[in-house]
T-cell receptor, first 108, second 117 residues
């Protein structure tokens, strides 16, 4: 079993839909990152959180430390949100453990 | 300036070539990282430089040779690569090293897509 599990692996949505991507982890962590990777490679760090909730524009990230679970929500989704979303956790030694990513396609 | 700049964006090389990948940041970050990413897989850590010293080498073959000439630059020298080394090579930086008890945001470059023929 992977230390970081994301679901779903693939997600197709219609423009305007509310989207949720989930991340569960099995190790002790000091922080959790949500990353966005567009085709062509570049990775953008969306959020880094260790508790509670953070919001940036249409994106919301939450984390429940007790349940070892985080969610990334996208409100009013748009085709430009199409990308791979990666959850990565910072392990107890500072190392970064990546999930396999969720490929999101938003159709107009 | 919150960018990590990587050059070149694309590189095709033969197995006997020597080439270098470059990474630059001017955010004053003191930790820099090289990751390798194969298609449809998550990034894999290769090297970490902390305060211009190599602090982590994840058992990377010697045909990959990192270099940190100063706090803003990180190079990856490539020599005698194999076709299976074809991948996206990502550079990242953070203000300090990702160590226990520290919360550091990572900034990634856009990567170099490497093809080894």
């Amino acid at each position: 079993k992977n230390e970081v599990e994301q679901s779903p692996q693939n997600l197709t949505a219609q423009e305007g839909e509310f989207i949720t991507i989930n991340c569960s982890y099995s190790v002790g962590i000091s922080a959790l990152h949500w990353l966005q990777q567009h085709p062509g490679g570049g990775i953008v760090s969306l959020f880094m959180l260790s508790s509670g909730k953070k919001k940036h524009g249409r994106l919301i990230a939450t984390i429940n430390i007790q349940e070892k679970h985080s969610s990334l929500h996208i409100t009013a989704s748009h085709p430009r949100d199409s990308a791979v979303y990666i959850c990565a956790v910072r392990g107890s030694q500072g190392n970064l453990i990546f999930g396999k990513g969720t490929k999101l396609s938003v159709k107009p | 300036d919150t960018e990590v700049t990587q050059t070149p964006k694309h590189l095709v090389m033969g197995m006997t070539n020597k080439k270098s990948l470059k990474c630059e940041q001017h955010m004053g970050h003191r930790a820099m990282y090289w990751y390798k990413q194969k298609a449809k897989k998550p990034p894999e850590l290769m090297f970490v430089y902390s305060y211009e010293k190599l602090s982590i080498n994840e058992s990377v073959p010697s045909r990959f040779s990192p270099e940190c000439p100063n706090s803003s630059l990180l190079n990856l020298h490539l020599h005698a690569l194999q076709p299976e080394d074809s991948a996206l090579y990502l550079c990242a930086s953070s203000q300090g090293p990702l160590a226990r008890g520290r919360s550091e945001k990572l900034f990634f470059g856009s990567g170099t897509q490497l093809s080894v023929l």
